[in-house]
């Protein structure tokens, strides 16, 4: 900054007008951020000066430019890039974000390549927060400048230690008669030569010495001017420290003393430069230190403070009107001053009309031939509006503009300011993440102005319901996030949570319509769900989805102490990241079969998730996760990757190979270079690319149509077949079987489970059928689990079969097996005999039992965790065969308690799981070995030989906890 106040700024413009007419990417790397951009916005390369400004890496580079950086890919934001692509450079002003999250403002620049056929952009980024601050203090330094240019007899300069360099105000010129047009910014060695050959060594040593131990000097010596005349110099400097303490240079005065012999007072000095002293913007002071007595202050000083130099002569101290709350820090920083260096802070006072300014000093202390402290002057100026500037700029990066809620930093501050408090104590506190259902029907219906007044007066009521200590943010849009400071137990949150569903009971009265709204609501809790801030939100988001699931109007509670399922995804949550980097994803085959020949014609590949604990982990449980915490990208490449190289062994063992379709999830499509990568992972593994397939469901496609559609006809292109999976599951599925190129549609398995006891179910099946055979498209039934769904399959002509019926996903190896068998032969569960998996005598109960499953401990380790509902299907005195929808391990180590009530007595058992078979995606079935002593185990035989008795001998049944309903309709 001391260097701009001797330099021109004009110069520094006219080379930014310059560069911004001739764009020169070698020299305009070290100015400002420049990105290299593609037709679509994508990010091809960028400077350094990017990275250092924004923060990302090339890792975060992978999205589109104007989603990472602006967050904002509007209309109007592609319009500005259509232009510059057709040679017109654009200009325009918008919000970046930081990779932190803070937000800047920045002018961009979008300016188009000069080759012919190209169609890239320079984005050119200038920080205007920063630019507007500079600027202004660039602006204060030039009427300084301006000022001391016309005092004659004093020269100011900056000497840049770091780079050998020296600045001077225009006296220079004039003090050694030299050109006044040249250049002049001498190194040390170079201004030494007009140094007096018997003064030379007296002012190298003091300058060198002064540099050592960074402290200032005063010293008198002659000069030599150009025209070989002598003068008599007073300098007096002062060293200049950056924030890190390390050395920048000096800033000083040159005074010729030759003829006017100017006294060491500073009120001779200010005869010479009352321009200056006339400044209203900048205040010039000198103090007598000695005595503590003004010698003098400018006009800038009367209309900084309110107050005269006859108020100062008359004892009034300049740190009686400092403000009461800096007032201990600007006693601090008088200690810089005994070292020798200049001072240069910022702080408050408080004006003679009650005005509270902010301002901003620079003190230069003069010493006496002993070392003390005699005199100091300064300049102070008025950054009062540049400082409510920042604070308003820090606002709107911690605020929301329509509902002055805290934004996402600052709530992460709270956050972690609850998890510094309550670290090592039993107080626990919720985070609750809240979605307005359905906000986007109120915009598109009643319009925005509407919507926005509803989030408003929304906010308004939430917070009446929250207690002082709790915190009400806005994550975006129709999202808000509370924290709720203290909770005593599960029940009591429960009661919280349902007060804020009471207060939206009544309907929002906006302008002449009556608004009726709900929310889903979904809760983590410290420390059970996490013990940082990004465990603790994700997992509130975990369990908004969960709320989701369950309709409109609900909440789920993520707590381990709520259920075996919760607990579960609390550990999926924790472990996913290390479970990526440790590689614990492995891949299972599920075959797809002609239903005519029973000949496996395809397979989906499925990863699973081997996990320590919970053994595998099927993908809709981490996947979901995975898209959040950003790893979905890692993954599926994996996913890629090990398929081609798969297919790639098969085909070297000899054995015939069918199309491997695999599941990619919506964020690929949005990347142009993506297909160009999947070429690569082809190409490099020495595979054909008819040999994979692709699956995308609907909402990839709601995702951006446009770059989905783009990149589809690029895989087609490369001989990719494209699956449209879950067909019938959306909205507008039928129009984009004309828009997009698929090959095949698989039809949703819900509606294949349904397709006998709907007739809705079953005729949409026939429809999409016979609509696929129109198109030319294949189909593909997933979800088949009987002989009667496969038959019925048959008759309406769908040739393609994926299900239990034939056979579960499996690893590489069985499947290998299964690619050698080449056909497949149906078992029918409803026609299959349940096989006794236990020695001992079962009781089948006519109806499921109902009981209460609990997780008890894991590898000796006892866990509190809440029930989970089960069936069970038989039982013995060594143990039982029950039904879930619980994805549990086979461990030894892993104790289960079972609670339920027979003969209206409670039974209570305990055992581990020996056994377990997959029913289909959703249901498991598995098999419970006791760990009972010998007078429980006599107990339990007393009881189930009653039981037995009653049912073989009685018309109806004997009391028990049964369940009437199907047990796909229970676990729904």
């Not at 000497?159 to 050109?179: G, P, W």
């Not at 230190?289 to 108020?311: L, R, V």
């Not at 349904?754 to 179910?761: E, G, I």
């Not at 049912?951 to 004997?958: A, G, I, K, V």
Request: with cysteine.
């Amino acid at each position: 900054m001391m260097k701009k106040f001797f330099e021109k700024s004009s110069e520094r413009e006219q080379l930014i007008l310059e560069l911004d007419k001739e764009l020169i990417p070698e020299v305009y790397d070290y100015l400002n951020t420049i990105v290299k951009l593609d037709e679509n916005g994508n990010i091809i390369s960028y400077n350094q000066v990017f990275e250092s400004q924004f923060g990302y890496n090339e890792r975060d580079l992978k999205d589109n430019f104007f989603d990472v950086v602006l967050k904002n890919n509007s209309s109007e934001i592609r319009k500005y890039l259509e232009k510059a692509l057709s040679g017109e450079t654009q200009k325009f002003d918008d919000i970046g974000f930081h990779k932190n999250g803070n937000q800047v403002d920045i002018q961009i620049a979008l300016i188009p390549t000069k080759k012919k056929g190209s169609k890239h952009v320079y984005a050119i980024l200038k920080n205007t927060t920063n630019l507007q601050q500079q600027e202004k203090k660039l602006n204060q330094f030039q009427k300084m400048r301006e000022a001391f240019d016309k005092v004659d007899y004093i020269c100011c300069f900056y000497y840049d230690a770091v780079n050998d360099l020296h600045y001077f105000s225009k006296q220079i010129t004039e003090m050694l008669r030299i050109n006044p047009v040249k250049k002049f910014t001498p190194s040390l060695n170079h201004i030494l030569r007009y140094v007096h050959t018997e003064d030379k060594e007296l002012v190298r040593t003091t300058v060198l010495k002064a540099l050592d131990e960074r402290v200032g000097f005063q010293i008198e010596y002659r000069l030599i001017r150009a025209d070989q005349t002598i003068c008599l110099v007073r300098e007096q400097s002062g060293i200049l420290l950056d924030k890190k303490g390390r050395l920048e240079g000096f800033v000083g005065f040159i005074q010729d003393i030759t003829d006017h012999k100017m006294s060491d007072e500073l009120l001779e000095k200010e005869k010479n430069i009352s321009i200056l002293y006339d400044n209203p913007d900048i205040g010039i002071w000198s103090i007598d230190f000695q005595n503590s007595a003004t010698i003098s202050i400018s006009k800038g000083i009367e209309y900084i403070s309110g107050y005269t130099q006859g108020e100062f002569n008359n004892g009034l101290q300049w740190v009686s009107i400092v403000h009461s709350e800096d007032l201990q820090h600007y006693m601090d920083n008088q200690v810089t001053l005994e070292k020798g260096n200049i001072l240069q802070h910022q702080y408050r006072i408080i004006a003679k009309n009650g005005d509270i300014k902010w301002v901003q000093d620079y003190t230069i202390p003069t010493f006496d031939h002993h070392g003390n402290i005699i005199r100091l002057n300064g300049i102070t100026s008025d950054i009062t509006e540049r400082k409510v500037l920042e604070e308003q700029i820090k606002y709107l990066a911690n605020y929301d503009v329509l509902t002055n809620l805290p934004k996402r930093n600052k709530l992460i501050e709270k956050l972690e300011q609850l998890i510094k408090e309550y670290t090592n104590s039993k107080q626990q506190f919720a985070v609750i993440k809240l979605d307005i259902d359905g906000f986007k029907y109120v915009n598109d219906t009643v319009g925005n102005d509407v919507g926005d007044e509803l989030l408003k007066r929304f906010t308004s009521r939430i917070t009446n319901y929250l207690s002082a200590n709790d915190v009400l943010a806005r994550r975006g849009g129709d999202e808000f996030i509370i924290l709720l400071d203290k909770i005593d137990s599960i029940s009591s949150l429960k009661m919280r949570v349902n007060s804020i569903f009471e207060c939206l009971n009544e309907p929002f009265n906006i302008n002449d319509y009556q608004l009726y709204i709900t929310a889903s609501l979904g809760i983590s809790v410290y420390p059970e769900n996490g013990v940082t801030s990004l465990e603790l939100l994700r997992n509130a988001n975990l369990a908004l989805l969960n709320a989701k699931k369950r309709g409109k109007n609900n909440y789920y509670i993520l707590s381990q102490s709520s259920s075996i399922q919760s607990f579960k995804n609390y550990s999926i949550g924790r472990d996913l990241k290390k479970a990526v980097e440790n590689e614990e994803m492995v891949l299972y085959f599920q075959p797809q079969v002609d239903s005519r020949s029973n000949q496996i014609i395809g397979a989906e590949a499925l990863i699973r998730w081997n996990h320590s604990e919970w053994g595998l982990i099927s993908p809709h449980e981490f996947l979901i996760i995975a898209e959040e915490n950003g790893l979905i990208t890692e993954i599926d490449n994996w996913v890629i990757h090990e398929v081609c190289q798969q297919i790639k062994t098969w085909k070297n063992r000899g054995i015939q190979v069918i199309p491997i379709s695999i599941n990619i999830s919506a964020i690929h499509f949005l990347k142009p270079d993506w297909p160009s990568q999947v070429a690569r992972i082809i190409r490099d593994a020495g595979i054909q690319p008819n040999e994979i397939e692709f699956e995308v469901t609907e909402t990839t496609i709601l995702s951006n149509s446009e770059m989905v559609k783009n990149s589809i006809f690029n895989l087609k292109e490369l001989g990719i077949k494209i699956t449209l999976d879950d067909f019938g599951k959306g909205y507008s599925s039928l129009s984009y079987l004309t828009e997009y190129p698929f090959d095949v549609i698989k039809i949703d398995k819900t509606f294949i489970r349904n397709m006998h006891q709907s007739d809705r179910d079953l005729h949409l099946i026939k429809s999409i059928i016979y609509m696929a055979k129109g198109l030319q498209l294949r189909v593909v039934a997933e979800g088949v689990e009987t002989i009667r769904q496969l038959k019925t399959l048959q008759q309406q002509q769908c040739h393609e079969i994926q299900g239990y019926l034939f056979s579960h996903p499996v690893p590489s190896d069985e499947f290998e097996t299964l690619l050698r068998k080449k056909t497949l032969q149906p078992i029918d569960p409803e026609q299959k005999a349940l096989e006794s998996k236990r020695k001992h005598y079962r009781l089948n109960f006519p109806y499921p039992l109902e009981a209460d499953i609990k997780l008890i401990s894991i590898a000796g380790r006892n866990v509190e965790l809440g029930v989970s509902k089960v069936l069970v299907e038989d039982i013995s005195i060594g143990g039982l065969r029950f039904v879930s929808n619980l994805k549990l391990p086979i461990r030894g180590d892993v104790i289960y308690q079972f609670e339920t009530e027979l003969l209206n007595t409670t039974v209570i058992l305990k055992g581990n799981i020996i056994w377990k078979e997959e029913i289909n995606e959703d249901l498991v079935e598995y098999g419970i070995q006791f760990i009972l002593n010998e007078d429980e185990q006599a107990a339990l035989s007393n009881l189930l030989n009653s039981f037995i008795i009653l049912l073989t001998n009685q018309s109806f049944l004997p009391p028990y906890r049964k369940v009437s309903v199907e047990r796909s309709q229970y676990f729904k």
